[in-house]
Nanobody, 115 residues
Framework: QVQLVESGGGLVQAGGSLRLSCAAS????????MGWYRQAPGKQREFVAA???????RYAGSLKGRFTISRDNAKNTMYLQMNSLQPEDTAVYYC?????????WGQGTQVTVSS
């Protein structure tokens, strides 16, 4: 089992920055890929970014350049640096992880960007 806990969300003005963290526990040392998803009110959950254990990354096309994903395997923690935030970035951000064939989700952290 893997437990994921997000933190770092909050309220920020447009143009500001936030850094989200996702701390993994349990059988975290064998996690393969990790990622971030977000869900805005009334919308489907959407992919934000993902990172492999080796550090390979991929991003949703519209977010590349503003968001940066990283992870510290020694700390079993993943990060999402979000810059130049806009009101349309307002959403609940979820941490996701794959271990073997199992998929795990965190409880989410709210990010609200005011105009």
């Amino acid at each position: 089992q893997v437990q994921l806990v997000e933190s770092g969300g909050g309220l920020v003005q447009a143009g500001g920055s936030l850094r989200l963290s996702c701390a993994a526990s349990g059988s975290a040392s064998s996690i393969n890929s990790m990622g971030w998803y977000r869900q805005a009110p009334g919308k489907q959950r959407e992919f934000v970014a993902a990172i492999g254990r080796s550090g390979s990354t991929r991003y949703a096309g519209s977010l590349k350049g503003r968001f940066t994903i990283s992870r510290d395997n020694a700390k079993n923690t993943m990060y999402l640096q979000m810059n130049s935030l806009q009101p349309e970035d307002t959403a609940v951000y979820y941490c996701n992880a794959y271990r073997n064939v199992m998929e795990y989700w965190g409880q989410g952290t709210q990010v609200t960007v005011s105009s």
